[in-house]
């Protein structure tokens, strides 16, 4: 999938609020920590025409479209193939420790999700993958075949949040012993198996389960957790931090870090004149999460669950 066809298929989620956000000037140093097939980055890259844009991703057919598609804007931006948990150190190699923007949209790139071959979908039937990273050698296919049952319930209560997740992983278990389980749709049919027909009617039964075996896949929480420390640690004074997040546990890690980092210190909370050493770092710049428009939501149900923070660096 090439050129426009790509840019069409790939629809960058709540796009204005973000760029709007991170109040760029045309020498801004900015990095898109999740570059994906450039949405965010073009419009970036249209507003820095004296700065200049750094974009990580691990995904090389999304960075072959991406470097292309950027050309066409300007020649200030460094794509760095690597994941966001390296940004600090990557960065410090190209002789950059502060920046004024930093972009997170954490959601799996349209492209990604339709590309069969992927093996993110649980609509469309592939070999089990879901790697974002295709030079990684451990995949979903060895996590579903290989985890125990007591492993596999517990990244399904705790990564998809579902309350069938014993059940199923009982139900993957049993298959496997007499066959690896494959393809997306085999495993598809084995969750099935393990729900109730009233809960299959409310939602797609593996909407939650392939969600946990991404995640688990490419440990998105624990890199996500250590990576919001550094692009906090790099903003410089007045530089802004904004996230997308897509499901609720990673809204709840953005939430809680950027409300430590945002309040006054316990210990003079209260005092009429708080001395300036103890006042926080940062400020919140959305002091409650920013959802999609119905406008949006209508040309991209995919956005649905999306939510967008962002926070300041004030000294």
Do not use: C, W
Not at 5 to 19: D, G, R
């Amino acid at each position: 999938m090439k050129g426009k066809a790509m840019e069409n298929k790939h629809i960058s989620v709540l796009l204005k609020e973000s760029i709007e956000s991170l109040n760029l000037k045309s020498d801004s140093i900015v990095v898109d920590a999740t570059l994906g097939y450039a949405g965010h980055s073009s419009e970036i890259l249209k507003r820095i025409k004296r700065g200049h844009l750094f974009a990580f991703d691990q995904d090389s057919e999304a960075i072959r479209y991406s470097n292309e598609r950027l050309a066409k804007i300007g020649s200030n931006y460094t794509i760095i193939h690597d994941n966001f948990s390296n940004m600090k150190k990557r960065l410090n190699e190209e002789k950059i420790v502060k920046v004024d923007a930093i972009l997170f949209d954490l959601g799996v790139s349209s492209p990604q999700l339709d590309d069969k071959t992927r093996g993110f979908s649980y609509h469309q039937d592939a070999k089990l993958d879901m790697r974002m990273n295709q030079d990684d050698s451990f995949s979903a296919y060895e996590l579903v075949n290989t985890y125990s049952k007591e492993n596999l319930t517990r990244i399904f209560y705790q990564y998809g949040e579902d309350k069938f997740a014993r059940n199923i992983a009982s139900k993957i278990v049993a298959y496997r012993e007499k066959k690896p389980i494959e393809t997306t749709l085999e495993l598809v049919e084995i969750i099935k198996s393990g729900v109730p027909v009233k809960a299959r009617i409310e939602k797609h039964p593996a909407r939650q389960i392939f969600q946990a075996i991404r995640i688990e896949v490419n440990h998105e929480l624990e890199i996500l957790e250590d990576s919001i420390n550094q692009a906090l640690d790099l903003l410089d004074v007045n530089g802004v931090l904004a996230v997308i997040t897509f499901h609720s546990l990673e809204d709840k890690i953005i939430k809680k870090r950027f409300r430590e980092v945002s309040e006054v210190d316990d210990k003079v909370k209260g005092l009429p004149n708080i001395p300036k050493e103890y006042l926080p770092n940062y400020r919140l710049i959305t002091t409650k999460a920013i959802s999609p428009s119905s406008e949006e939501l209508e040309r991209n149900p995919r956005a649905r669950s999306s939510k967008l923070r962002v926070i300041q660096k004030i000294k």
